[in-house]
């Protein structure tokens, strides 16, 4: 978990990414975060049950809707919500066979976190992407 090859991995490898969580309000970190990702590229689906839609994208109420409106295209689920939330978030992205878990600053649940990697899907908990992006540089090095 958090390791610097894995971090890379996942920058450079992903192109989707659920992000449960976004809101539709500027301000929030979820949403700038997002957005700047978009920016550079990166497809953003918000997973938000209380939004129709952000950044131009239609919103799902759960990953489980996502995944199956988006034909199982999701590479990364990036989680924006309190850590008591992670576990439920984990179970799905575990049984969707989604291969990469971002968990966002702040955002720390090691049991969660434990039972996705043995599961075979690698984790980034604690840890803004928009950081560790902006760090690695934009430019896809892969």
């Avoid at 576990?87 to 969660?112: M, N, T």
Wanted: aromatic letters at 6%; hydrophobic letters at 45%.
């Amino acid at each position: 978990m958090n390791e610097p090859a894995t971090i890379r991995e996942i920058l450079d490898r992903v192109h989707t990414i659920a992000v449960v969580g976004l809101t539709n309000r500027e301000g929030r970190a979820s949403y700038g975060v997002s957005r700047f990702m978009q920016s550079q590229g990166y497809r953003i689906i918000p997973v938000n049950p209380r939004i129709e839609s952000s950044l131009g994208e239609r919103a799902y109420p759960d990953l489980d809707a996502a995944f199956t409106a988006l034909d199982g295209n999701i590479d990364l689920v990036n989680v924006f919500r309190a850590p008591e939330h992670v576990p439920e978030v984990v179970k799905d992205a575990i049984r969707l066979k989604i291969p990469y878990l971002w968990l966002q600053e702040g955002v720390i649940h090691a049991e969660a976190a434990a039972q996705a990697e043995a599961a075979g899907v690698k984790v980034v908990m604690d840890h803004c992407i928009l950081k560790e992006r902006m760090a690695a540089g934009w430019r896809n090095q892969g």
